[in-house]
């Protein structure tokens, strides 16, 4: 009977591998548990060289720790043995359970394959089981968890992925290990598996909470100067809400923006940019887009003002929910929109009297003509229906099946199509007797006596007189009626929903409005004023409107003597 059979001895033997096994979970790094588990064999196997050969990332093998030689350590730590291999080494010589135990009467074909090797010669041996320093016992160790089979495996470790293989050289007694021997090994094989697994598994989870808390200051850090940069901009910032019940309704708002509506944080959470915006611009607002959307228009102050500021949008999005905040860039535009707004005044209005200029009025007058006379199918429904065209005739507009949507007509020629919503702009038709229709009167006026003040006076007291008749005749119209100022002494009074009665009427009290004495420097100085009344209708040009009001206006100043135009 073999000695290590005996009960002692297995006992002993069961102590040492309990403690060296102990020792792999002390390990703290995978590094110190793999030199673990080659000194246990070393310490508590008996064996004086262990090697450990562990697989890495690419399927090749590396030799990870080695114990009991320092010379031999030091020659083949760190050098890799192909796959390939290692699969032959395991598939050769005997199965000893998941143990492979290669002879030295077969080995010697592996002498030259690129596994790292350390053997020292020795004599020949004396008896059947006596350890040959040419001999080879590989104890693979595989992982706890079932894996995929790989091809060209030992077939013990089949449907287990193999961690790498424990290579052991000169047992102390000199001899090839019992059955309790190879069991113990065996043992140790599975018992380091474990070890280096969980090692393996500390490792990744150490470097996953490093990852983790640099990630974590790094957010913080983005977070913080998100943060710095969200409240002390000076320009406003704002967070909405993207989506639910809760759509567009402020989270966050900075300092400046704060101060720009003249409302504190806490009172703007209450409020979404649709309650602050003017009326007038909540169209603009819902026309802007959330991802790079920008618009131009008037934000309401806590006083009841309104400013005018540039929006400008994007979205703050959630990797896995999506899009979650919209953040807004509020910037104060009202200097530059003021200063807009002078010079298109300046580029629409009379220097001199402040009221519309030619090109203004020229510009209202166009808005509201067509090309259409409305005369032409004023009297005939179905005509008034198709403009004109009725079946049978070539209308002007033509299906357009390419257009956005796929709804809508082109019109032939490029003119308005039958959908749109111009009203038509009439005239009476009975001359100076009143028809009961209304339209858009067209008063031209020209001062009488004018020229004679510019040349007794001198052109300072002609301006006074101007600017005086501009206050009179606005004084005298309606709110939503035009007066403009053509040049020199002619103005032209614009107003709609006038009857025949109503134009004769409106002339003679602006003529009133003009006639009392206007005083400049002390002096009293007046002048006249010659009216012609014209009617706006669709199918005239602006300036056929202007020309038959002006003709009209000297058939008026011809017809009344020259004392009552005299002024001065």
Same mark, same amino acid.
């Given at each position: ?128 089981? /006596? ?92 977070? /913080? ?178 257009? /956005? ?137 602006? /300036? ?25």
């Amino acid at each position: 009977m073999e000695t290590e059979s005996e009960p002692y001895v297995r006992l002993a033997t069961l102590r040492q591998l309990h403690q060296v096994v102990a020792d792999l979970n002390t390990a703290r790094s995978l590094a110190d548990t793999l030199q673990a588990v080659a000194d246990g064999i070393v310490a508590g196997l008996n064996y004086e060289l262990a090697c450990v050969n562990l697989v890495r990332p690419d399927g090749d093998l590396v030799v990870a720790a080695f114990a009991g030689s320092p010379a031999a350590e030091a020659l083949i730590t760190g050098r890799v043995g192909s796959r390939a291999s290692w699969d032959r080494r395991l598939s050769m010589g005997e199965s000893w359970g998941d143990l492979r135990f290669i002879p030295h009467t077969e080995g010697w074909v592996l002498i030259e394959d690129d596994v790292p090797q350390w053997h020292t010669e020795g004599p020949a041996p004396r008896f059947e089981d /006596e350890w040959h320093p040419h001999d080879r016992l590989y104890a693979p160790m595989y992982s706890p968890r079932l894996g995929s089979a790989r091809p060209g495996g030992a077939p013990s470790g089949s449907g287990r992925e193999l961690l790498g293989v424990i290579s052991v050289d000169r047992p102390r007694n000199g001899r090839h290990p019992g059955p309790w021997g190879r069991e113990a090994l065996q043992m140790y094989a599975s018992q380091s598996a474990i070890a280096i697994s969980n090692a393996r598994l500390r490792s990744n989870m150490q470097r996953a909470l490093v990852r983790l808390e640099r990630e974590q200051q790094a957010l913080r850090a983005s977070e /913080e100067s998100f943060r710095q940069a969200f409240e002390y901009a000076p320009s406003g910032m704002a967070i909405a809400e993207m989506g639910g019940d809760q759509h567009g309704r402020l989270l966050r708002t900075n300092d400046a923006l704060c101060r720009l509506l003249g409302r504190p944080a806490s009172v703007m959470r209450r409020y979404s940019f649709a309650d602050l915006v003017h009326p007038e611009d909540i169209g603009t607002l819902l026309r802007t887009s959330a991802e790079g959307g920008r618009a131009e228009l008037r934000l309401g102050r806590r006083d009841g003002t309104y400013v005018w500021v540039s929006l400008r949008n994007s979205v703050v999005a959630d990797t896995a929910d999506g899009p979650r905040f919209l953040l807004t860039h509020v910037e104060d535009i009202e200097e530059r929109k003021r200063h807009e707004l002078q010079l298109a005044h300046r580029a629409s209005h009379d220097a001199l009297t402040g009221l519309p200029n030619s090109a203004e009025l020229r510009s209202r007058l166009s808005a509201r003509l067509c090309e259409r006379p409305f005369a032409a199918t004023a009297g005939d429904p179905v005509a008034a229906s198709t403009d004109g065209y009725g079946p049978g005739s070539e209308s002007p507009y033509e299906y357009d099946y390419e257009h /956005e949507h796929g709804f809508g007509f082109t019109p032939v020629g490029g003119g308005a199509g039958p959908y749109d919503h111009h009203v038509h702009t009439v005239a009476p038709t009975g001359g100076e007797i009143d028809d009961g229709t209304k339209g858009l009167a067209v008063l031209f006026c020209d001062l009488d006596g004018f020229k004679s003040i510019n040349d007794r006076f001198g052109h300072h007291t002609g301006d006074a007189v101007l600017i005086e008749v501009a206050r009179r005749l606005t004084t005298g119209v309606r709110d939503g009626d035009t007066v403009a100022r053509l040049g020199g002494d002619e103005f032209v009074v614009l107003a709609d929903g006038l009857g025949a009665a109503d134009a004769a009427d409106l002339a003679v009290r602006l003529r009133n409005a003009i006639i009392p004495p206007i005083r400049v420097d002390g002096r009293a100085v007046r002048v006249g004023a010659s009216f012609g009344i014209g009617w706006a209708e669709c199918g005239m040009t602006v /300036e056929e409107v202007l020309n038959s009001a002006d003709q009209r206006m000297y058939i008026e100043k011809r017809s009344r003597s020259k004392v009552h135009r005299r002024a001065g």
